[in-house]
């Protein structure tokens, strides 16, 4: 997943809080092997946050300013100021964002144990990389049971209920045998 965060988000990041919540983003970005982070301002890169870093910290930064430059990858979510007004598109606070990247990729299947056994065939069988198996022992991909096909549409609605109609933080792949 790509992880665009904004200019904005380094301007509001000067108090105690606002780094401690900006490093901790960087990290689970930087460190976790399912998010790539973005970078579209080059201002980004003279901010007091990343003149603040050691030379490998600034690297990190100046490589994600580059990939976003010279690939037309788009981002998948996007941490900005403006997000606290969003509700459907992937644009989150700082605090937001924090939630939404601890929470895993959730495969929302009928029958949580008979059908994880058969997409983890599937995926050894046929996945090119190691990046599902991986996510799931990193705890960043879990199967979630919808208590059978009828169900799947209330449990939905019902995580949608959870988040406050904030149908942004949702974070499912749905996978259904209708009949």
């Known amino acids: 997943m790509k992880v665009l ?3 904005d988000v380094f301007e509001e990041s000067k108090d105690d809080r606002g780094r401690l919540e ?3 983003l960087v ?3 930087t460190i976790k092997q399912s998010y790539e982070l973005l970078i579209d301002d080059s201002e980004v890169l003279s901010s007091e946050f990343v003149r603040g870093l050691n030379d490998n910290e600034t690297r990190i930064f100046e490589l994600a300013f580059t990939q976003s430059m010279t690939s037309s990858a788009q981002c998948d979510c996007q941490i900005s100021k403006s997000g606290k007004d969003e ?3 992937k644009i989150f606070t700082r605090e937001e964002a924090i939630m939404y990247l601890l929470q895993p990729l959730s495969l929302l299947v009928e029958n949580s ?3 994880a056994h058969f997409l983890r065939a599937l995926f050894r069988a ?5 990046s599902l198996k991986t996510a799931e022992e990193n705890n960043e991909l879990q199967f979630v049971n919808a208590g059978g096909c ?5 449990f ?3 995580q949608v209920a959870h988040y406050k109609e904030k149908t942004k933080f949702l974070k499912y792949w749905v996978l259904t045998g209708w009949r």
Not at 150 to 154: A, D, L, P, Q, S
Request: aromatic share 10%.
């Open 5 to 7: 965060i904004s200019k």
């Open 22 to 24: 900006l490093n901790f």
């Open 27 to 29: 990290y689970l970005i």
């Open 87 to 89: 509700t459907k598109k």
């Open 113 to 115: 144990v008979n059908d």
């Open 126 to 130: 046929y996945a090119t990389k190691e």
């Open 150 to 154: 009828t169900n799947v549409e209330k």
């Open 156 to 158: 939905i609605k019902a």
